[in-house]
């Protein structure tokens, strides 16, 4: 809270709340809704993540295929 002066009296003001995003698994949730298996998918979105703070190269085609593949649903034969 920050004090100000306001015609002689002191009025504390509010802080506004921020929206706070909600993570399941190290990663924001949004992004693993619909997945089949949501600890696969974090970890690999964490891996891709990492290995690109790090500069090292990553197969786009592998994971744009493998992120396809676990929201996909399954044939009923």
């Known amino acids: ?10 009025v504390a003001k509010r802080k506004s709340k ?3 995003v909600k993570y399941e698994k190290g ?8 997945s089949r298996n949501k600890g696969t ?7 891709t993540a990492n ?3 790090e500069g ?12 396809v593949n676990q929201g996909k ?3 009923k034969k």
């Open 73 to 75: 649903k399954k044939k």
């Open 27 to 34: 990663v924001p949730s949004k992004y693993l809704s619909g």
């Open 1 to 10: 809270m920050t004090l100000t002066l306001e015609k002689g009296n002191l």
């Open 51 to 53: 290995a690109y703070k």
């Open 18 to 20: 921020k929206r706070k």
């Open 41 to 47: 998918k974090a970890s690999e979105m964490k891996r």
């Open 56 to 67: 090292k190269y990553i197969d786009l085609k592998k994971v744009q295929k493998s992120r």
